[in-house]
């Protein structure tokens, strides 16, 4: 069992930064891929970033690759997204979630391949 709690999400000017992360419990986090999600005001949710175990692959949906970075410290069992040049259109509830992967370099991107998700943070970019 896998628990994820997101923290970091606030209200930031468009053009402005913020950060948000998700600590995980349990002792074999490095096991797991997570991924970023975030489900904007009246729509579906949406794939955003995605890490392996290793933290060696990053993969990134196309509207965020180059303004948002995902990292992770499997040492503290947290991910971080550092979100960049923000947008009004970024505004979301951001979820974490983490699957347990087959290899350290693998990777999900659809939310159906994720076991655990965290309840969520809210980001809101001011135009």
């Known amino acids: 069992q896998v628990q994820l709690v997101e923290s970091g999400g606030g209200l930031v000017e468009a053009g402005g930064s913020l950060s948000v992360s998700c600590a995980a419990s349990?002792?074999?986090?490095?096991?797991?891929?997570v991924g970023w999600f975030r489900q904007p005001p009246g729509k579906e949710r949406e794939f955003v970033a995605a890490?392996?175990?290793?933290?060696?692959?990053?993969y990134y949906e196309d509207s965020v690759q180059g303004r948002f970075t995902f990292s992770r410290d499997n040492a503290k069992n947290t991910v971080f997204l550092q979100m960049n040049s923000l947008k009004p259109e970024d505004t979301a509830v951001y979820f974490c979630?983490?699957?347990?992967?087959?290899?350290?370099?693998?990777?999900?991107?659809?939310?159906?391949?994720?076991?655990?998700w965290g309840q969520g943070t809210q980001v809101t970019v001011s135009s």
């Open positions: 979630a983490a699957g347990a992967a087959p290899y350290s370099t693998y990777v999900y991107t659809r939310a159906r391949e994720y076991t655990y």
């Open positions: 349990g002792r074999t986090f490095s096991q797991y891929a």
């Open positions: 890490i392996s175990g290793s933290g060696r692959r990053v």
